[in-house]
């Protein structure tokens, strides 16, 4: 069995993303601590904003920098599990990253406020992400999409951005834009669950390898050469996937599908328990309110 060595360092780090992302989170830092007194209403960074800013790049870069995202090419069940760290873990996490006062100076560029205002109706998030993350997995799309450098770059940012329009009205952190109370909450978890089960069903009952990316040699081939670069591959002498690991291409297709489908479970059910427990604690301090207000007694008619 062949190990990953063999396409060398620039595919397996990917060095060029990893700088993007090193500017992206320099830009960062600037903005929300050396220049943060230029912007009015701007309030200090902290700790956990910085922290939880630093896990998404950094979950950004395992994905789609490190060899994760060369063996993403090779094995199915990796492809899934980087789709789901893409789509359902990171997003989360961005959101809280970032300060409540730069979302408000966002939202005050007209053209991205009424883009979130719109996209992030919660029946159109939810039809929007579904939709397009189903779409993907179309065997036909996907392996149109992996063939082609810039549509699966364009389609990786697309879907993260619309996973930023399905979290938000879950868990964003800016009060004006909260849409959904507690129960509602609870049934938008559920619908998004049973949304994406369809795509998840497709991949797990489907009798073979339903996508040419894994099972046609010259379609890997091509894939793999806009992964590791036409001059790496043309190198090596290697015919398919199945040199870099033991499972069968159905197995590894079902595996695939039930990780998402695990993954997403979790995922789902950490944001349900956070609902819960917001819910809780409103309706907790709501009854402490009521509790503490003087009542007043009726005055007596003489």
């Known amino acids: 069995m062949l190990t990953l060595d063999i396409f060398g360092f620039k595919a397996l780090w990917s060095p060029y993303f990893l700088l993007s992302l090193l500017a992206i989170t320099a830009v960062y830092f600037l903005i ?20 939880l800013f630093l896990l998404s790049i950094s979950l950004i870069y395992a994905i789609k920098g490190s060899p994760l995202d060369l063996m993403a090419h090779l094995m199915f069940y990796v492809h899934m599990i980087s789709m789901a760290i893409l789509v359902l873990v990171i997003p989360p996490i961005f959101i809280f990253g970032i300060p409540v006062w730069i979302w408000r100076k966002l939202f005050k560029v007209r053209l991205i406020n009424s883009l979130f ?16 993350f189903s779409f993907y997995h179309i065997p ?15 389609y990786s940012v697309l ?59 010259e379609v890997w081939a091509q894939v ?43 995922v789902y059910g950490v944001i349900l328990g956070h609902v819960f ?17 003087p009542t007043l007694k009726p005055s007596l008619i003489e």
Request: charged share 15%; hydrophobic share 50%; glycine share 8%.
């Open 32 to 51: 929300t601590i050396k220049f943060r007194s230029m912007f009015v209403d701007s309030e200090p960074l902290t700790k956990k904003q910085a922290g």
């Open 117 to 132: 205002r719109f996209f992030t109706k919660p029946l159109i998030a939810l039809i929007i992400f579904n939709g397009l």
């Open 140 to 154: 036909m799309i996907f392996d149109r999409v992996m063939q082609n450098f810039w549509f699966h770059a364009g």
């Open 159 to 217: 879907l993260f951005i619309v996973a930023i329009f399905m979290w938000w009205p879950l868990i964003n952190p800016v009060p004006e834009h909260q849409r959904l109370s507690g129960l509602k909450k609870v049934g938008y978890v559920f619908a998004d669950g049973i949304l994406i089960t369809p795509a998840c069903a497709l991949i797990i009952f489907a009798p073979g390898s339903i996508y040419a990316t894994y099972s046609d040699p």
């Open 224 to 266: 793999m050469s806009l992964c590791v670069g036409p001059a790496t591959f043309a190198g090596l002498s290697i015919s398919g996937p199945e040199l870099f690991s033991s499972m069968s291409l159905l197995h590894d297709q079902q595996l695939g599908g039930v990780l998402m489908k695990i993954i997403q479970e979790i």
């Open 277 to 293: 427990f917001e819910w809780y604690r409103k309706d907790k301090a709501d009854s402490e309110n009521e509790l503490n207000q």
